[in-house]
């Protein structure tokens, strides 16, 4: 599916950050030193690699449609979604699989990930890129009858920089809002740089021309008729949130049983017209079984977990598609800690992994190449930067990064003084005092603890001692909980961001982004980050130049080590007709809505 999610949870365009946090499921051997048993840190015999390019992106039926009907949508995952059910507040992925389907972005994008013409809203730009005119469709409107209005869409950067907004979302991208920071203070009770024109149409002014406009702009309202008499601090847990959430897409809520099941029926005043399904049922599944529902037919569609894809017994009733995320997963170092007061990532000089060296010597050591072969058999790969190949444009073919070197990482801890003085097979820090470091991973499917326990040996086998947090994988919810608010019991974590459209990387690494989850900052990454954002960055090619620079000077400093580069899988029932998950597809804002059935029952696998 179409997922036009900005990074670090921000809604669609914006800064949505979906948290596609879903732990890595599986590892492969951690014999031998993380190498394979050729000595080539390969994936092994029994490995059967993908063609992950020659993935099909649309589903192959050619049977006639039949009238209505209703889908079984499985969300994979272990644990239950949290039920922050709007893009204004959630933080994680599960949340957004469910909102997904009434709550989307009111923009579309096309091939080059910039926002066009065929979504629920549209934009203009006055001559000198400063102020961006955002028109929502006349025929848009609430789930509960309501248009949804001009209004509704300030309304939602209102929240957003209210000073008792705790979500990730108020970020650079918000502070270039001109008023923003003085309406943040409390200096001024509106943002004067936010125009209501008139009931569809508003005008928002930036302090600099930012091109991340054209693919990130923050792309959902929130209703003010429903709000406004909430306070701020409390909407994050109040009914039109976690209860009764109402939305604009093609479906709507007609049941919740919260954290594990949701019953959706067709939005019948849907703007670009009735969908095709009569409803949609969600329901939670753990990933364990998820191959056994989709072969008896109890589930029609799902994201599937690429650790179970193996084309000799994939399912016959079921059609996949796959391609490139606008993803990855990564290691992350704690540096510092996030000051919610100021809005600002404030480093430790005495964390831990304040060194480089030994940051850079944690990534060497991680056998991603055999962990992508081996458990994602060729649909995830070591990653080299973090701006993910899915950006044509901006990704940096030519960057190494920090891959698979344990020769290198011994060398570099070596070098940094960080020896075994005691001979008890671990490494002491520079002054000699005992090094143990700990690791927060996330559960998942039956093998996620395999891979945790691979990437510790890897670090074992370079002399560093790292062990699980509480000595186990944490929960989702209790993971991120946890990260976010910088827990001093974790100096690494373990994830992966869903970058969304929005190619600019200051939502996940600005000084002052919430989802800077290492708390990393430097006037030179200060800098990169606002130079790709520039006036000048509206030429192509002098952005890509600054963020080929800046991709090699987070590689050099390693707050963050990408470790792979992913491959989504969707699998989809043999009666499932008309869905297409390319980027850009000119029916995309109405992908949902545009999916039809073929027979009244799944077929089943014989």
């Not at 309202?221 to 109402?246: C, T, W, Y």
């Not at 849907?270 to 072969?295: C, M, Q, R, S, W």
């Not at 002054?431 to 690791?439: A, I, N, S």
């Not at 790709?532 to 080590?561: C, H, L, T």
Request: net charge negative.
């Amino acid at each position: 599916m179409v997922k036009h999610w900005k990074k670090g949870i921000l809604p669609v365009l914006s800064a949505i950050l979906v948290l596609s946090l879903t732990a890595c499921s599986g590892a492969p051997s951690a014999s031998n030193g993380g190498k394979s048993s050729d000595g080539t840190g390969g994936s092994g015999s029994d490995s059967k690699q993908v063609n992950a390019t020659a993935l099909a992106k649309a589903v192959k039926n050619d049977t006639a449609p039949i009238k209505g009907g209703v889908i079984n949508y499985a969300l994979v995952s272990d644990t239950p979604f949290e039920g922050i059910l709007n893009p204004v507040f959630y933080d994680g992925n599960p949340d957004f699989e469910v909102f997904q389907f009434f709550y989307p972005s009111l923009f579309s994008i096309d091939s080059n990930l910039n926002i066009d013409d065929k979504g629920a809203a549209t934009i203009s730009f006055s001559a000198d890129n400063k102020a961006v005119t955002v028109k929502i469709d006349p025929k848009l409107n609430w789930t509960d009858g309501n248009p949804v209005t001009a209004e509704d869409y300030a309304f939602s950067y209102e929240v957003i920089g209210h000073k008792d907004y705790e979500g990730p979302r108020y970020d650079s991208f918000m502070t270039n809002i001109v008023g923003m920071e003085e309406y943040h203070a409390g200096k001024a009770k509106t943002i004067s740089g936010i125009n209501v024109l008139n009931e569809k149409e508003v005008t928002i002014h930036f302090k600099e021309p930012n091109p991340s406009v054209k693919s990130g702009l923050w792309s959902t309202p929130l209703e003010k008729k429903v709000f406004q008499n909430i306070p701020v601090k409390d909407m994050a847990g109040s009914d039109p949130v976690r209860k009764n959430p109402i939305g604009y897409g093609p479906f709507k809520i007609k049941s919740m049983v919260t954290g594990e099941s949701v019953e959706f029926v067709k939005n019948k005043d849907y703007f670009h017209g009735e969908p095709k399904l009569d409803g949609l049922h969600l329901k939670v599944v753990n990933p364990n079984v998820i191959t056994e529902a989709l072969k008896s037919g109890e589930i029609d569609w799902a994201s599937y977990p690429t650790t179970r894809y193996d084309e000799a017994s994939n399912p016959k009733n079921v059609q996949f598609l796959g391609q490139e995320e606008l993803s990855y997963s990564y290691v992350g170092f704690k540096l510092g800690k996030f000051d919610q007061a100021k809005s600002l990532n404030i480093m430790d000089p005495n964390a831990k992994l304040a060194n480089k060296s030994l940051r850079q010597a944690l990534g060497y050591a991680l056998n991603n190449e055999q962990v992508g072969k081996q458990l994602f058999h060729g649909l995830r790969v070591p990653a080299t930067s973090l701006i993910p190949p899915a950006f044509k444009g901006y990704h940096d073919t030519n960057a190494k990064g920090i891959t698979y070197d344990p020769d290198k990482a011994k060398k570099l801890l070596d070098e940094a003084g960080y020896v075994d003085t005691n001979g008890d097979g671990y490494r002491e820090d520079p002054k000699g005092k005992e090094l143990v470091l700990h690791y927060a991973a996330m559960s998942g499917d039956a093998t996620a603890e395999s891979l945790a326990k691979f990437y510790l040996q890897n670090w074992k086998d370079v002399g560093l001692h790292v062990e699980l947090v509480d000595g186990r994988l944490l929960e989702f919810n209790s993971f991120y909980d946890r990260v976010q608010k910088d827990d001093p019991g974790i100096d690494i974590f373990g994830g992966a961001w869903g970058t969304g459209s929005d190619v600019d990387p200051g939502g996940l690494y600005g000084r002052g982004a919430s989802f800077n989850y290492s708390r990393f900052t430097s006037e030179e990454n200060d800098k990169l980050l606002k130079e790709g954002v520039s006036v000048k960055a509206f030429d192509d090619n002098y952005r890509k130049d600054i963020y080929n620079q800046w991709q090699a000077y987070m590689s050099e400093e390693a707050p963050i080590v990408p470790t792979l580069f992913r491959y989504s899988l969707e699998a989809l029932n043999n009666r499932v007709a008309n869905y297409d998950i390319t980027r850009g597809k000119e029916y995309g804002a109405d992908t949902f809505a545009n999916i039809t059935l073929t027979a009244e029952k799944a077929e089943a696998a014989q």
